[in-house]
């Protein structure tokens, strides 16, 4: 069974950094398909935050660009969200998603950045 395992959140002061991570249980759906980042605000719905290709190019929201990183470690299957400048507008529940077949998504994980 594919999982996608996400590490935990936490709790920031705006201008702080965290960072997520995203390990993929199977390969094949980590090495030939993009790996998302997506966030979610109670009564809103689920933003696509950023994305990291197969070919390791990536793409970012207007909302997190110059401030968000994604890439991708081949060796671990893993995936990471490098937030830095964290703004109290960036608290939400943050969700890993990979397509191949159907849809996988990560368990989820709260960041809240307060003022």
């Known amino acids: 069974q594919v999982r996608l395992v996400q590490s935990r959140g936490g709790s920031v002061q705006t201008g702080g950094s965290l960072r997520l991570s995203c390990a993929a249980s199977s390969g094949s759906i980590f090495v030939n398909n993009p790996i998302e980042w997506y966030r979610q605000v109670p009564g809103r719905p689920r933003e696509l935050v950023a994305t990291?290709?197969?070919?390791?190019?990536?793409n970012y929201s207007d909302s997190v660009k110059g401030r968000f990183t994604i890439s991708r470690d081949h060796a671990r299957h893993t995936v990471y969200l490098q937030m830095n400048s964290l703004k109290p507008e960036d608290t939400a529940v943050y969700y890993c998603?990979?397509?191949?077949?159907?849809?996988?998504w990560g368990q989820g994980t709260q960041v809240t950045v307060f003022s």
């Open positions: 998603h990979a397509f191949r077949f159907q849809d996988y």
């Open positions: 990291v290709g197969t070919d390791d190019s990536t």
